[in-house]
């Protein structure tokens, strides 16, 4: 079954530092997403993209924050000067369209750890 | 506020009982979709259900969803350890972004 991947699957990184979390998401689909879960907490949208521009973004999602489809297939989320607080799961979405009946495919993540 | 809240956060339990899982809204959905996430992976779709009133069956899984469509339960039914994870319902926006509910824990001990 087709599946996203995202890659690292775990990066620890120098609070201050930018940092780029890959994903390869399904190859027909056209809807993409980032989200975070925070350790023991609930799975948080951050930001929705479709032909090559941000849809929808929550508040989460300011300007230490961006996101970019580079070369058709890879999705980045890009975040920059990190803090403490953004050491979380960061899961990669997909999906065919925006019918609420479609399922999203989500990758297995990336952990972010900031020290 | 939540736009899903799900009872209980948290469920302990022995092998071979039932348990029901709850996703209360006051807002109206076309349809409700419930994922299963393990520690340390993805959430994975179990089921969406789309008409008010609809019951759907996975195995041991019952999942209902509201007349009024504001509604939706998980019903396990002699649960096992594997079936040990975080359970999580979801609707969709207009966008196609998901929103989950703050999920379930269920840890169901041998």
């Known amino acids: 079954e087709p599946e996203v991947t995202q890659t690292p699957s775990h990066q620890v990184t120098q609070m201050g530092q930018e940092v780029i979390l890959r994903c390869v998401p399904i190859?027909?689909?056209?809807?993409f997403y980032w989200y975070r879960q925070i350790l023991g907490q609930k799975v948080e949208f951050l930001v929705s993209?479709?032909?090559?521009?941000?849809?929808?973004k929550s508040e989460i999602f300011d300007d230490q924050f961006s996101v970019e489809r580079p070369d058709g297939s890879n999705f980045t989320l890009k975040i920059r000067s990190t803090k403490l607080e953004d050491s979380a799961m960061y899961f990669c979405?997909?999906?065919?369209?925006?019918?609420?009946?479609?399922?999203?495919?989500f990758g297995e993540g990336s952990w972010l750890t900031v020290v | 506020t939540q736009l899903l809240e799900q009872s209980p956060q948290f469920l302990s339990i022995q092998e071979g009982e039932n348990l029901t899982v709850y996703c209360n809204s006051s807002?109206?959905?076309?349809?409700l979709q419930w994922y299963r996430q393990e520690p340390g992976e993805g959430p994975v779709l179990l089921v969406t259900?789309?008409?008010?009133?609809e019951v759907k069956k996975l195995k041991r899984l019952t999942f209902q969803f509201g007349d009024a469509r504001k509604d939706s339960s998980l019903h396990i039914t002699a649960a096992q350890p594997g079936d040990t994870g975080l359970y999580l319902c979801?609707?969709?926006?207009?966008?196609?972004?998901?929103?989950f509910g703050q999920g379930t824990t269920l840890q169901v001990k041998p």
């Open positions: 979405a997909s999906s065919i369209d925006r019918n609420s009946g479609n399922t999203i495919y």
């Open positions: 259900v789309v008409t008010g009133g």
């Open positions: 190859s027909n689909h056209l809807y």
């Open positions: 807002s109206v959905f076309s349809s």
């Open positions: 993209f479709y032909n090559n521009e941000i849809s929808e």
């Open positions: 979801g609707v969709r926006g207009n966008t196609g972004k998901l929103i």
